[in-house]
RNA sequence: UCCCCGAUAGCUCAAUGGUAGAGCGAUCGGCUGUUAACCGAUAGGUUCUAGGUUCGAGUCCUAGUCGGGGAGCCA
């Protein structure tokens, strides 16, 4: 007799004895055979379950097995048969070895969460430990984990070399959105600039509960305290100035770059930014690459070549979980992903899109908002461009310098016959999602990038180990951010990015 | 953060300002190599919270909390 996995059992020559262990999924009773019962376990190694046929005269059946519901754990050994629609199931008879063990029972089966019927996805976020338990929710998990793999592989095969980007920065200069503060002051009674310091508020060793520690505030905290219009001095604070969570690794992965090449990032990324959508969270996994001695144009090539190999990865080695997807979660899903595959990405440089908005409008297309060449492209342009005008991926390039980041590459004057300046960003646009990978060139004229500094009045000071680079052996490099979660809705259908995270992060969402 | 919509049984949803309902699920029984099974019965309610209007509020008003769709920000 042989523990199996599920995936592996549906496999298992007739006529072997196979333990399988897992939850049930459903049973249903039949008086044929003198009795017995048809239960289904799943283990989450595949998207099938194992249907076992449980004899009545199994010494526990009236008492345990005709009681089993909906994900009691169970571990069951039995002999692999042909079902008569041709698939693979274990035959439990206690003549031939066969048994049921209950490792666990579903209290209250009346009043537990998860039923064999069809839930709606705002209950099950709200019941995130179980919910993994679903169909729905296993495949997203083990897709999740395969494109995970996948792009490590994809990576490592091309000879670039993983990063890890501190998670924690004390810099101040990434610039791409709100951020979480990191710190161990105390929040009641911050010291100020000035103001003597405390003493022993030292932040690594302080006993949890010091004799000093401060009083507890109900309500609004610190009450008229005679500081409270004097800056928080944060030099005294756990790395002597303000720390927050990274909003990207981007920085940190350009100084990698600049001396192995070809590398990347794979971590989680926090905004503190206030957004209530299906497509932000306030923690998410982030992809960015980089690459050295390279344009934009290698930086594209290496995007549309990443998402192919993911979506290949994902519909040869999850075929069962995709299928799932294809006819519950989104129609016609696998002819998406199948086109995505065999038509190039459309190179679209930004001052032609416009051209091809204005004329949409010309011909009576209806947009909210109005559109000009220097503005940024909202949501409903994105989505007219990719889905509508192309019907396939986009990926747009060399915005106007005014709408994007210092670090990206200034362009020629008059490239794609632009009537401004521009930079060498690229944005990938996918139908149903919108933007899913951003990217740049990055500047790496030490002239030109203290201009971009200077002009965006941002603090130069920080970006000195920035612009070392820049001056000892620059190079022409370019890299892009792919947001997981994003990648994640676009080849599984879903419709919310909180249900493709195992326990989501958002504004007012952060319980389990 | 802004606009719109919503919150009633374990779940999905009904209920003209006047007796709280159905389907699914659960429990019990029947039938059946079943697989979203089927048939019958039973149990299951502080109608999100706090105020207010009214003889009377699930229903109307105010505030709040949470959820959904869209927008902004972005990945």
């Not at 196979?18 to 376990?41: E, N």
């Not at 526990?60 to 089993?68: F, G, Q, S, V």
């Not at 959105?177 to 932040?203: C, H, W, Y």
């Not at 915005?399 to 060498?424: E, S």
């Amino acid at each position: 007799m042989a523990w199996l996995k599920v995936v592996d059992a549906l496999k298992a020559p007739v006529g072997t004895t196979v333990t399988v262990k897992g939850w049930v999924r459903t049973r249903r009773d039949s008086k044929a055979d003198g009795g017995l019962s048809f239960v289904a376990v799943h283990d989450g190694t595949c998207f099938d379950a194992m249907q076992t046929v449980c004899k009545g005269t199994l010494p526990n059946y009236a008492d345990e097995i005709a009681k089993l519901t909906t994900h009691c754990a169970v571990e069951i050994t039995g002999v692999a048969s042909l079902t008569p629609k041709g698939g693979i199931e274990l035959q439990v008879d206690p003549a031939t070895g066969g048994s049921v063990t209950i490792h666990g029972l579903v209290d209250n089966p009346d009043a537990y969460p998860i039923q064999p019927k069809q839930h709606t996805m705002e209950f099950l976020r709200e019941q995130a430990h179980l919910r993994v338990r679903t169909n729905t929710f296993g495949a997203v998990a083990r897709v999740r984990s395969t494109l995970s793999m996948a792009i490590h592989r994809f990576f490592h095969e091309r000879t670039f070399f993983y990063v890890h980007t501190p998670i924690i920065t004390a810099s101040d200069c990434e610039g791409a959105g709100q951020m979480f503060r990191v710190s161990t002051l105390d929040i009641a009674n911050p010291p100020r600039v000035g103001a003597a310091p405390k003493e022993a508020r030292s932040t690594s060793e302080s006993t949890p509960s010091s004799p000093s520690s401060p009083p507890c505030y109900m309500g609004d905290i610190a009450p008229a305290s005679p500081h409270a219009d004097t800056p928080i001095d944060f030099s005294h604070d756990f790395f002597g100035k303000e720390s927050h969570l990274t909003v990207s690794g981007q920085l940190n992965v350009e100084t990698y770059c600049c001396a192995l090449s070809r590398v990347y990032t794979f971590g989680p990324t926090f905004r503190a930014e206030n957004s209530n959508t299906s497509r932000h969270l306030a923690e998410f996994w982030m992809i960015e690459p980089e690459i050295a001695f390279a344009t934009l144009k290698e930086d594209a090539d290496l995007a549309e070549e990443f998402i192919k190999y993911l979506v290949n990865a994902v519909l040869t080695e999850r075929a069962d979980d995709m299928k799932f997807f294809d006819e519950r979660i989104e129609k016609g899903l696998l002819a998406r992903l199948t086109h995505v595959l065999e038509s190039p990405f459309r190179r679209l440089p930004y001052t032609e899109a416009i051209a091809i908005l204005e004329a949409a409008i010309a011909g009576g297309k209806k947009f909210e908002f109005p559109i000009k060449w220097g503005a940024d492209l909202q949501s409903e342009h994105e989505r007219y461009l990719t889905e509508e005008h192309f019907k396939q991926p986009v990926i747009l390039m060399n915005y106007p310098k005014d709408i994007k980041a210092f670090y990206m590459r200034l362009n020629d004057p008059g490239t794609d016959g632009a009537p401004g300046d521009t930079v060498a960003a690229m944005d990938v646009l996918v139908p149903g999602i919108g933007e899913i990978i951003g990217g740049s060139q990055r500047e790496e004229r030490l002239d030109v990038l203290d201009r971009r500094i200077a002009e965006m009045n941002l603090p130069a000071k920080e970006y000195w180990w920035y612009r070392d680079l820049r001056r000892y052996g620059t190079v022409p490099h370019a890299g892009f951010g792919l947001g997981f979660e994003r990648l994640i809705l676009f080849v599984t259908g879903m419709q919310n990015i909180r249900d493709v995270i195992p326990f989501p992060r958002a504004p007012k969402q952060a319980e389990f």
